[in-house]
């Protein structure tokens, strides 16, 4: 199994970023999926999370509205779409496969990409 994030990178606050994490290994429709991120001397916290075929998602509150979790299966990639970025969404953000909000709950995680939101 293997994950591996991109498009990350600096940008201004109220700006956009999409992450992409290209899937292999594993026959990726047939599992939900998730991001999380990490701030510096912090936890990993949930993001956003998608069921395998993409059709139900979630949110953590602090990014609600803003980003859109989105998938496609033919492509075995998992993408983030963040609008709106303010300064504390900065961090590395990490996709894993699994479900719902606990990181308990996923088993393989990619390496991360950083964003920064900075002005």
């Known amino acids: 199994v293997q994950l591996v994030e991109s498009g990350g990178g600096l940008a201004q606050p109220g700006g956009s970023l999409r992450l992409s994490c290209l899937a292999s290994?594993?026959?990726?429709?047939?599992?939900?999926m998730g991001w999380f991120r990490q701030a510096p001397g912090k936890e990993r916290e949930f993001v956003a999370a998608?069921?395998?075929?993409?059709?139900?998602?979630y949110y953590a509150d602090s990014v609600k509205g803003r980003f859109t979790i989105s998938r496609d299966n033919a492509k075995n990639t998992l993408y983030l779409q963040m609008n709106s970025l303010k300064p504390e969404d900065t961090a590395f953000y990490y996709c894993?496969?699994?479900?719902?909000?606990?990181?308990?709950?996923?088993?393989?995680w990619g390496q991360g990409t950083q964003v920064t939101v900075s002005s």
């Open positions: 894993a496969r699994g479900y719902g909000s606990r990181r308990l709950n996923y088993d393989y």
């Open positions: 290994g594993f026959t990726f429709s047939n599992y939900a």
């Open positions: 998608v069921t395998h075929s993409g059709t139900t998602t």
